[in-house]
């Protein structure tokens, strides 16, 4: 019986997987940065973005408690219509690697207290958010500890339509 249920499950992933590709064009692009397709099939652009430290505006809530910082990307390619119907994905750059967004990382770091050695843990991270025109990036530790700004950051943001 658990044979039976499994052929039939692979059957119904190979189905789904043959229908699937069947509605997607394949773009064969080895170094597409900056370009876009735009014309039969799917859309798609993709667009670099270097946010400078200075970039970087410090906010918090109406209380003015769980400071973080925030950087506005502007993209004029970014309609209405990719919002509702499209999709964005974002990236960060770690050095040459890519990560998606949202990027969570935890830290730990060790100092010597007067003798005592502390350990002291947070959580980075780094998250978008979109609207017509352009997006908003967020950066915000888990300790909100705000008095180094983020430095420089890179971000890729892809669009598909």
């Known amino acids: 019986m658990k044979i039976k249920n ?17 509605c997607i064009q394949k773009i064969d692009c080895p170094n597409c940065e900056g370009q876009n397709n735009q014309g039969g099939g799917t859309n798609w652009q993709i667009l670099n973005f270097s946010v400078k430290d200075a970039n970087w505006e410090l906010c918090s809530d109406n209380d003015g408690n769980n ?14 219509n990719i919002i509702d119907k499209g999709l964005m994905q974002a990236y960060v750059y770690l050095g040459n690697n890519q990560q998606s967004l949202p990027y ?46 983020p430095g420089d950051w890179e971000f890729r943001i892809v669009l598909l339509w």
């Open 67 to 80: 400071k973080f910082y925030r950087a506005h990307l502007e993209i004029p390619e970014l309609t209405k």
């Open 104 to 149: 969570v990382r935890h830290f730990e770091e060790i100092y010597d207290n007067g003798g005592t050695a502390e350990q002291y843990t947070w959580t980075q991270t780094v998250d978008i958010e979109y609207e017509e025109g352009g997006a908003w990036v967020y950066f915000t530790a888990s300790d909100f500890y705000v008095d180094v700004t």
């Open 6 to 22: 499994l052929v039939r499950s692979i059957a119904a992933l190979s189905l789904a997987i043959f229908a699937l590709s069947s």
